[in-house]
Nanobody, 123 residues
């Protein structure tokens, strides 16, 4: 089993930045993917950005050029750097992980989920 713990959410004005962290506890294997998802009230959970153990990354179009995903060399923590934030980025952000390769943005391809951290961007 893998436990994921997110931190770093908060409130920021439009144009500002936030950095989210996701600490993974447990064995994730040599082949893994980790991603960030978000869910706004009344909307479905959507994939935002992800990476896999080969170094591949995927981004949803709305965050390209603004969000960056990175991880520590020890692979136990993944970061989401969010710059130029917009009000439409407001959502609960979730970290997710799974065994296997492929930087997927699809919810069903992830097995382990964190509890979420709220990001609120005001105009």
């Amino acid at each position: 089993q893998v436990q994921l713990v997110e931190s770093g959410g908060g409130s920021v004005q439009a144009g500002g930045s936030l950095r989210l962290s996701c600490a993974a506890f447990g064995y994730l294997s040599s082949y893994y993917r980790m991603g960030w998802f978000r869910q706004a009230p009344g909307k479905e959970r959507e994939g935002v950005i992800s990476l896999d153990s080969s170094g591949s990354t995927s981004y949803t179009d709305s965050v390209k050029g603004r969000f960056t995903i990175s991880q520590e060399n020890a692979k136990n923590t993944v970061y989401l750097q969010m710059d130029s934030l917009k009000p439409e980025d407001t959502a609960m952000y979730y970290c997710a992980a799974a065994y296997g390769v492929g930087a997927s943005l699809r919810v069903p391809t992830y097995k382990f989920w964190g509890q979420g951290t709220q990001v609120t961007v005001s105009s």
